[in-house]
């Protein structure tokens, strides 16, 4: 679906009213007709993950070579990252699983919205997955994230929970950047920053991230080692941030290019989906079906997946419980009493005829 002039201008104008509503705002502009629609029957689940090249995408396909065991078939899907997977996952697409960033999530559930948080309310997670650490490579001028004021910072892709994940630690801090730099991949961000064009870069992803495993035949060669010499990771206090990260390292034997472990924080990453057991139609319990059986596939398989899958498997605690989210009902066997809530597309609407605050 491509979206018009009136769509962009409204996106511009919610960007301003803060990263909760633009959340809201871009899943709204997108959604054709609720991910539980009837005309998607497919025996085959959708999962949207992320990138190819990295730790969601592989573990989307790790998740999928188990549920075939169990005659579960599940299409893994690319996509721009968390925010992307959440407006799929509402949209009319075969997408009724997504891995996520918890902290993309919480931003609806701690909206003081009562449309976001009735959004969050129809989320549930199935499991929480591994965690993805925050790497801000930066010039070595800036030693503190306070440093980044008055700089040019690139925040990461549309779509990407990377930059949401910056604003928010950018809003934390009380930094304002000179240019906040987005659209931007990955790859051409770490060069910016190699190369003075950009004084800093956030992304978000598994340790060891490729992207900056590679720099360390950068360091190797003599007419680029300097290069590598003149950037570092930022450290970053997990303090102030413990509501939604945890505190974690990048050391040497990630990033062998390190002469020291580095301070920052990790996102927790979900599998979420809707909560079908809410209704009793037929496509309903079809997909309650499935996400029974994936649960069963992912807990007997867990050992396997852990020696042989992505590395990031052995972060993987089944039973942790991630902030609020509640855990899946289908996928738990758990009975509840059937919930009787609004479908997410009236929730979506009453959300914009709410007046913007001042």
Same mark, same amino acid.
């Given at each position: 679906m491509r979206l018009n002039a009136a769509s962009w201008a409204a996106i511009r104008f919610f960007a301003t009213r803060g990263i909760i509503t633009l959340l809201v705002c871009l899943i709204a502009l997108l959604v054709d007709r609720p991910a539980w629609s009837t005309q998607h029957r497919s025996e085959t689940i959708g999962m949207v993950t992320g990138v190819p090249t990295g730790t969601a995408?592989?573990?989307?396909?790790?998740?999928?070579?188990?549920?075939?065991?169990?005659?579960?078939?599940?299409?893994?899907?690319?996509?721009?990252?968390?925010? !992307?997977? $959440?407006?799929? $996952?509402?949209?009319?697409?075969? @997408? @009724?699983? @997504?891995?996520?960033?918890?902290?993309?999530?919480?931003?609806?559930?701690?909206?003081?919205?009562?449309?976001?948080?009735?959004?969050?309310?129809?989320?549930?997670?199935i499991f929480p997955l591994h965690h993805e650490e925050v790497h801000v490579l930066a010039r070595n001028t800036i030693a503190h994230m306070t440093d980044l004021t008055g700089k040019r910072v690139i925040i990461g892709t549309q779509g990407s929970g990377t930059r949401l994940t910056a604003q928010r630690l950018l809003s934390l801090f009380d930094v304002t950047p000179a240019e906040r730099l987005s659209d931007i991949p990955p790859p051409e961000a770490?060069?910016?920053? $190699? *190369?003075?064009?950009?004084?800093?870069?956030?992304?978000?992803?598994?340790?060891?991230?490729?992207?900056? *495993?590679?720099?360390?035949?950068? @360091?190797?060669?003599?007419?680029?080692? !300097?290069?590598?010499?003149?950037?570092?990771?930022?450290?970053?206090?997990?303090?102030?941030?413990?509501?939604f990260y945890r505190p974690a390292t990048l050391d040497p034997q990630d990033y062998n290019w390190l002469s020291e472990s580095v301070p920052t924080i990790a996102v927790e990453t979900v599998l979420?989906?809707?909560?079908? /057991?809410?209704?009793?139609?037929?496509?309903?319990?079809?997909?309650? /079906?499935?996400?029974? *059986?994936?649960?069963?596939?992912?807990?007997?398989?867990?050992?396997?997946?852990?020696?042989?899958?992505?590395?990031?498997?052995r972060d993987v605690d089944l039973k942790q419980r991630v902030s609020v989210w509640q855990p899946d009902p289908c996928s738990q066997s758990v009975r509840r009493e059937l919930m009787q809530t609004e479908p997410l597309q009236q929730d979506f609407d009453r959300f914009f005829k709410t007046p913007a605050p001042q």
């Amino acid at each position: 679906m491509r979206l018009n002039a009136a769509s962009w201008a409204a996106i511009r104008f919610f960007a301003t009213r803060g990263i909760i509503t633009l959340l809201v705002c871009l899943i709204a502009l997108l959604v054709d007709r609720p991910a539980w629609s009837t005309q998607h029957r497919s025996e085959t689940i959708g999962m949207v993950t992320g990138v190819p090249t990295g730790t969601a995408f592989q573990f989307g396909e790790d998740i999928a070579a188990v549920a075939v065991r169990h005659g579960l078939r599940i299409l893994v899907k690319p996509s721009e990252g968390a925010l !992307d997977n $959440l407006q799929r $996952l509402a949209s009319g697409e075969n @997408a @009724a699983l @997504a891995i996520i960033q918890a902290d993309v999530l919480g931003y609806l559930s701690w909206s003081s919205e009562p449309a976001a948080q009735q959004i969050g309310a129809q989320l549930r997670m199935i499991f929480p997955l591994h965690h993805e650490e925050v790497h801000v490579l930066a010039r070595n001028t800036i030693a503190h994230m306070t440093d980044l004021t008055g700089k040019r910072v690139i925040i990461g892709t549309q779509g990407s929970g990377t930059r949401l994940t910056a604003q928010r630690l950018l809003s934390l801090f009380d930094v304002t950047p000179a240019e906040r730099l987005s659209d931007i991949p990955p790859p051409e961000a770490v060069h910016a920053v $190699l *190369t003075d064009q950009a004084d800093a870069m956030f992304h978000v992803g598994g340790k060891p991230v490729k992207l900056f *495993t590679n720099l360390q035949a950068l @360091a190797a060669d003599p007419r680029y080692a !300097d290069l590598i010499h003149k950037v570092h990771f930022v450290p970053l206090s997990h303090d102030r941030l413990n509501r939604f990260y945890r505190p974690a390292t990048l050391d040497p034997q990630d990033y062998n290019w390190l002469s020291e472990s580095v301070p920052t924080i990790a996102v927790e990453t979900v599998l979420m989906s809707f909560n079908f /057991a809410q209704r009793q139609n037929a496509y309903f319990q079809m997909r309650c /079906a499935q996400l029974a *059986t994936l649960g069963r596939a992912v807990r007997e398989h867990l050992p396997d997946l852990q020696r042989r899958g992505h590395p990031k498997w052995r972060d993987v605690d089944l039973k942790q419980r991630v902030s609020v989210w509640q855990p899946d009902p289908c996928s738990q066997s758990v009975r509840r009493e059937l919930m009787q809530t609004e479908p997410l597309q009236q929730d979506f609407d009453r959300f914009f005829k709410t007046p913007a605050p001042q």
